[in-house]
């Protein structure tokens, strides 16, 4: 690091106001594990009148959006902050993965058709919807093709998606009484794959360390028996992509991981006002209602996510080893109350927002033995 980052608190800060604590938690929690990696000064939760004349490093629990969030916060760009920052709120959400239904059809102010021609080609077939009165054309151009997913754009850990079989299942969800709601808020309608796999590939930019990686998430159920986010195993390297590419990968990763390029690098293009320096891409491989395989981009996220105590235990392993080449990590996050295994590292125990327990914790394993 810089002098001048050397100076640096390391802070955490929920954006969201009344977050749940594990979200809190979870937050601060990796804030004064990467400052005590980083050899730098954890501040605590960001606060205006403690931190002010103090050099940041911010891990906001959001990506921030708009000039006035990150100039409150002395964010100017990449190497201010773990996560990210957009000009507009769709942006950061999967929104941006797919086309409108039309020319006529409602965006949101920013909204750029050059992004959705850029991905076109790594993503599932799919369709962005901001208006009630879009939802059915929509609907009825994808439906065409087999099953279709919905999924509300501002939804995490798979929350609130539900897969719809024909336009009457469809017209059922239009005649909710929070329709307009959902639908005015943005929501995708997406082709429904079976038999799915679903890849993280992403990087991460911290100071002088950049690491690159790929691997595989998977569901769990939490307190009340719904599916969501259960964690990740991770292949982490030193370096960017093309050094995770020289590891002996399987050629569905090497896709998966070609994918998650082809995206990023379009964000970057299409939205000149974003800067990230966590990039991580959820990549969905599975078979259509052809039974034809496919492969595509769900989301990304430039901000904390499920896989970043898996990150920081990677950049752990890489400064404590210098020579290390590749390493494996976990994240691991349950609603069963449980001792913690042997070897993990515990990131938070406490009560979740839709659950009564829930325990976070992270395991590393060597790459080569």
Same mark, same amino acid.
Request: hydrophobic fraction near 40%.
């Given at each position: 690091?810089?002098?001048?980052?050397?100076?640096?608190?390391?802070?955490?800060?929920?954006?969201?106001?009344?977050?749940?604590?594990?979200?809190?938690?979870?937050?601060?929690?990796?804030?004064? @594990?990467?400052?005590?990696?980083?050899?730098?000064?954890?501040?605590?939760?960001?606060?205006?009148?403690?931190?002010?004349?103090?050099?940041?490093?911010?891990?906001?629990?959001?990506?921030?959006?708009?000039?006035?969030?990150?100039?409150?916060?002395?964010?100017?760009?990449?190497?201010?902050? @773990?996560?990210?920052?957009?000009?507009?709120?769709?942006?950061?959400?999967?929104?941006?993965?797919?086309?409108?239904?039309?020319?006529?059809?409602? /965006?949101?102010?920013?909204?750029?058709?050059?992004?959705?021609?850029?991905?076109?080609?790594?993503?599932?077939?799919?369709?962005?919807?901001?208006?009630?009165?879009?939802?059915?054309?929509?609907?009825?151009? #994808?439906?065409?093709?087999?099953?279709?997913?919905?999924?509300?754009?501002?939804?995490?850990?798979?929350?609130?998606?539900?897969?719809?079989?024909?336009?009457?299942?469809?017209?059922?969800? #239009?005649?909710?009484?929070?329709?307009?709601?959902?639908?005015?808020?943005?929501?995708?309608?997406?082709?429904? #794959?079976?038999?799915?796999?679903?890849?993280?590939?992403?990087?991460?930019?911290?100071?002088?360390?950049?690491?690159?990686?790929?691997?595989?998430?998977?569901?769990?159920?939490?307190?009340?028996?719904?599916?969501?986010?259960?964690?990740?195993?991770?292949?982490?390297?030193?370096?960017?992509?093309?050094?995770?590419?020289?590891?002996?990968?399987?050629?569905?990763?090497?896709?998966?991981?070609?994918?998650?390029?082809?995206?990023?690098?379009?964000?970057?293009?299409?939205? &000149?006002?974003?800067?990230?320096?966590?990039?991580?891409?959820?990549?969905?491989?599975?078979?259509?209602?052809?039974?034809?395989?496919?492969?595509?981009?769900?989301?990304?996220? @430039?901000?904390?996510?499920?896989?970043?105590?898996?990150?920081?235990? /990677?950049?752990?392993?890489?400064?404590?080893? &210098?020579?290390?080449?590749?390493?494996?990590?976990?994240?691991?996050?349950?609603?069963?109350?449980?001792?913690?295994?042997?070897?993990?590292?515990?990131?938070?125990?406490?009560?979740?927002?839709?659950?009564?327990?829930?325990?976070?914790?992270?395991?590393?394993?060597?790459?080569?033995?």
């Amino acid at each position: 690091m810089t002098p001048t980052q050397r100076k640096k608190w390391v802070v955490a800060h929920s954006t969201r106001e009344g977050a749940p604590q594990h979200e809190v938690g979870t937050n601060l929690a990796l804030a004064r @594990w990467l400052a005590q990696i980083l050899g730098l000064k954890f501040g605590g939760s960001y606060d205006p009148q403690k931190h002010v004349g103090h050099e940041l490093y911010l891990l906001p629990t959001q990506t921030l959006v708009g000039a006035a969030q990150a100039l409150a916060l002395n964010v100017t760009g990449p190497q201010d902050l @773990w996560g990210g920052y957009v000009d507009h709120d769709f942006i950061c959400t999967k929104a941006i993965t797919h086309s409108l239904p039309g020319p006529e059809a409602s /965006a949101p102010k920013g909204w750029s058709p050059v992004f959705c021609e850029r991905v076109r080609t790594v993503v599932l077939d799919g369709l962005s919807v901001f208006a009630l009165e879009d939802a059915l054309p929509a609907a009825t151009r #994808l439906l065409d093709s087999g099953p279709i997913r919905l999924k509300p754009v501002h939804a995490c850990a798979g929350r609130g998606q539900e897969v719809i079989h024909s336009l009457d299942e469809f017209e059922a969800v #239009l005649a909710r009484p929070d329709a307009e709601h959902l639908f005015n808020s943005g929501v995708v309608l997406e082709q429904d #794959l079976s038999d799915v796999v679903t890849h993280s590939v992403g990087q991460s930019f911290i100071g002088d360390h950049v690491i690159s990686y790929c691997g595989q998430q998977y569901l769990t159920r939490d307190g009340h028996g719904e599916e969501v986010y259960g964690g990740s195993n991770l292949l982490v390297v030193p370096g960017y992509y093309e050094d995770l590419l020289k590891l002996d990968l399987p050629d569905n990763v090497r896709e998966a991981i070609e994918q998650a390029r082809v995206f990023d690098q379009a964000a970057d293009e299409a939205y &000149p006002g974003f800067y990230a320096s966590r990039r991580n891409y959820d990549i969905v491989q599975g078979l259509d209602s052809d039974g034809q395989r496919r492969s595509g981009v769900l989301e990304q996220s @430039w901000r904390m996510g499920g896989a970043s105590s898996a990150e920081v235990a /990677a950049l752990q392993s890489f400064i404590n080893n &210098p020579g290390l080449r590749a390493i494996h990590v976990s994240s691991v996050e349950t609603y069963v109350d449980q001792p913690l295994p042997a070897d993990a590292i515990e990131v938070y125990r406490g009560p979740a927002e839709n659950s009564d327990f829930l325990l976070k914790y992270v395991t590393v394993k060597s790459y080569d033995g």
